[in-house]
């Protein structure tokens, strides 16, 4: 798995927050306590004194060992009913001191016996689709929405698009991150290739994996203030054009095509190509009209590097 570096690092800091958190929380209810209840602090020395003696009992070994901490065991337990019993007796629960985490699985750490939580996971994968740009997307439209009624009208037009989902289905349960391949949706618009290629990123997501859709316009304008100026603030968005796991480019043909966003186009098409990243194009022309519109060094990739799926 590859979640993103900066959703990794974002996720992280928010459950090391919620640790420390969980403990500030239990300070001061402990000091709440102590000031409200002040003959509870002879019962917190006490089960701390057991505690200790326990420690030496332990290390000191011996024949009575065994039987000196059963019978610490049997004290500390005394002390710590009768300690309860004195909350209850002032209005508080037993626990009202105690460590209160949001998973009590992995106590907010994010990992069990050195693997994450599925909390954890989780968030990441929430972050995963606010990161991915998709958001909206994958809320509605996923492989369970996906509808091949609207293509039953042409016998033709149903078996190509039931390949095509099942195309999409296998390459979103096999991504591995490299040399997982590329894939060229064409058609026209209204036809369900934003759909599909928002099912494919969910399902990537989901396994742990850095998606990243763009439209084309967006991208060559994050190329551009890069390029010509970012000014005061400015971010630079287009490192992770190059780095995700999965780049969805949709609507290529749309953008005012110069020189510059040729060249831009070539390259992300040959570095992904190169480092061996998938990527998804969702252009809305043909295959002549890409030909006609891009230069033979993009088109030569885009159909020798990538798997076409017609719509």
Known sequence: MAFNKENY??????????WEKARLDADERRAELQAKIPELAKFDRAIADVGIRGVYATIGGGEDAAKKIKMLE??????QEARAALLLEHGYPADYAS???ECSTCSDTGYVNGKMCSCMRMALIMEGYRSSGMAHLLRTQTFETFSLEYYKSKSNAYDRMKQNLDIAKKFAADFKGENSGNLLMLGGTGLGKTHLSSAVAKTVIDRGFDVLYVSAIDMFSDFEKKQFGNGEGYVDNTRRYFECDLLIIDDLGTELTNQFTVSCLYNVINSRINSARSTFINPNLSK??????????????????YYPLVF
């Open 9 to 18: 690092k974002k996720i992280r800091e928010i459950y090391d927050q919620k």
């Open 74 to 79: 049997e004290e500390s337990l005394a002390l």
């Open 99 to 101: 460590l209160r985490y």
């Open 288 to 305: 002549k009209e890409i030909e006609s519109k891009y230069a033979e060094r993009i088109t030569s990739r885009l159909f020798g590097e």
